[in-house]
Every structure is written in structure tokens, then in C-alpha cells.
């Protein structure tokens, strides 16, 4: 079992930045893929970013590319989404996610762990 605990959620300006933790225990390993999924107000949950522990890869969805960074602090077995010129469109409760991959997965339904989420919300 692993077990994601998302923090760093919060109300910011649009234009202005925000950082995202999520803090991996239990059963973790490097073999794993740790994403950001998002879900705004009457949406679908949707992917945002992801990395793989082992190397580093990342991968991104072209509504956040250039504006998000996702990282991981392998002595803090967390990993962080830095989030800059924020937009409205960006309000959503956020959801850290991860499966053992050897490919980064961008569906919501191939990840088997999941975090409690953390809201976004981005101010005119």
C-alpha cells in the first residue's frame, strides 16, 4: 500500500504562483510513476503532469506545459508541483495519484493510489 498526502492548496491571484507537496509512505519504490490530476467544478478529473521516480522523466498536458513543473525530493519521498502565471481556469481540487509504470500513464484510471486532494483557487 502507499499512501499520498497532498498539501500546499490555497487562494492566490491569477498571474500569481503556487507549490504543490506530495508526501509518499508505505510501499514506495523508485519503479513508481507519481502524477497531478485536477478537477474543476463540473468537470471531469484530468491529468496535469507526472514524473517517473527512478529517472526523472516528466510529462506534462498542454494546459499547464510551461507553467507547471513537477518535481520529487527523494530524501523528503515527496514530490512537488510549482505552479506559475497562474490562470482561472487553474481553480480545481488537485489529486496526487501513483502506480508501479515503466511508462507514464496520463489516464486517471490506470493509477492505483490516490491522495485526499488539495484546492486550488486562483482570484481574478
Known amino acids: 500500500q502507499v499512501q499520498l498526502v497532498e498539501s500546499g492548496g490555497g487562494l492566490v491571484q491569477a498571474g500569481g504562483s503556487l507549490r504543490l507537496s506530495c508526501a509518499a509512505s508505505?510501499?514506495?519504490?523508485?519503479?513508481?510513476?507519481v502524477a497531478w490530476f485536477r478537477q474543476a467544478p463540473g468537470k471531469e478529473r484530468e491529468f496535469a503532469a507526472a514524473i517517473r521516480w527512478s529517472t526523472g522523466s516528466t510529462a506534462y498536458a498542454d494546459s499547464v506545459k510551461g507553467r507547471f513543473t513537477i518535481s520529487r525530493d527523494n530524501a523528503e519521498n515527496t514530490v512537488y508541483l510549482q505552479m506559475n502565471s497562474l490562470k482561472l481556469e487553474d481553480t480545481a481540487v488537485y489529486y496526487c495519484?501513483?502506480?508501479?509504470?515503466?511508462?507514464?500513464?496520463?489516464?486517471?484510471?490506470?493509477?492505483?493510489?490516490w491522495g485526499q486532494g488539495t484546492q486550488v483557487t486562483i482570484s481574478p
Open positions: 508505505g510501499r514506495t519504490n523508485s519503479g513508481y510513476v
Open positions: 495519484a501513483a502506480k508501479l509504470a515503466v511508462t507514464i500513464p496520463t489516464s486517471l484510471a490506470q493509477y492505483n493510489y
